[in-house]
T-cell receptor
Framework: GEDVEQSLFLSVREGDSSVINCTYT??????LYWYKQEPGAGLQLLTY?????DMKQDQRLTVLLNKKDKHLSLRIADTQTGDSAIYFC???????????FGTGTRLKVLA | DTEVTQTPKHLVMGMTNKKSLKCEQH?????MYWYKQKAKKPPELMFV???????INESVPSRFSPECPNSSLLNLHLHALQPEDSALYLC????????????????FGQGTRLTVV
């Protein structure tokens, strides 16, 4: 199937780390993305990883990829109230245009 | 410039109206996309244009008609819509996937919030 699964909701305290998880389906060469969507807005690309990588770090963001389990995670260090949003993971098979989005995780950061 | 611009931001239309959504990018991207997003749901792909030719149509009803007049512009013409078509319509663009590399991620616009009454 084409389901990309995420947990629906995550609540953390300001300054803590957040970990958002995603399970994807395509086992072929794949790009995996994390997007952020604030209320009423479009999708903002945060970071991406190719399936031949295990980890990618970009400032406060760390992406971990477990290819065996088809599990992707996004860790946000020192979470701020401005990080409150819905986070979508997405997969795209190499050579295709079709992005398949996860169900989205709503992150709420408590002050 | 990594901006995808969509107009209008909000649109209210009747079921007998004809309207168009517009999308523009100046990143030199040769792939452009229309997505539909209902509240609390992920975006769903509608259409993909590659080099100004329709590449993917995800079985979208004919009351939605896409058009790509040039490599920077993408339109979505709307006619005889139904209330259930009310949603956020997102445009995106990316490099051509035939040139896979670190820059093939899709950039999204802010969307048009469409309400059909």
């Amino acid at each position: 199937g084409e389901d990309v699964e995420q947990s629906l909701f995550l609540s953390v305290r300001e300054g803590d780390s957040s970990v958002i998880n995603c399970t994807y389906t395509d086992s072929s060469s794949t790009y995996l993305y994390w997007y952020k969507q604030e209320p009423g807005a479009g999708l903002q690309l945060l970071t991406y990883i190719f399936s031949n990588m295990d980890m990618k770090q970009d400032q406060r963001l760390t992406v971990l990829l477990n290819k065996k389990d088809k599990h992707l995670s996004l860790r946000i260090a020192d979470t701020q109230t401005g990080d409150s949003a819905i986070y979508f993971c997405a997969e795209r098979a190499s050579g295709t245009y079709k992005y398949i989005f996860g169900t989205g995780t709503r992150l709420k950061v408590l002050a | 410039d990594t901006e995808v611009t969509q107009t209008p931001k909000h649109l209210v239309m009747g079921m007998t109206n004809k309207k168009s959504l517009k999308c523009e990018q100046h990143m030199g991207h040769r792939a452009m996309y229309w997505y539909k997003q209902k509240a609390k749901k992920p975006p769903e792909l509608m259409f993909v244009y590659s080099y100004e030719k329709l590449s993917i149509n995800e079985s979208v009803p004919s009351r939605f008609s896409p058009e790509c007049p040039n490599s920077s512009l993408l339109n979505l013409h709307l006619h005889a819509l139904q209330p259930e078509d009310s949603a956020l319509y997102l445009c995106a663009s990316s490099q051509d996937v035939g040139q896979e590399g670190p820059n093939t991620e899709a950039f999204f616009g802010q969307g048009t919030r469409l309400t059909v009454v």
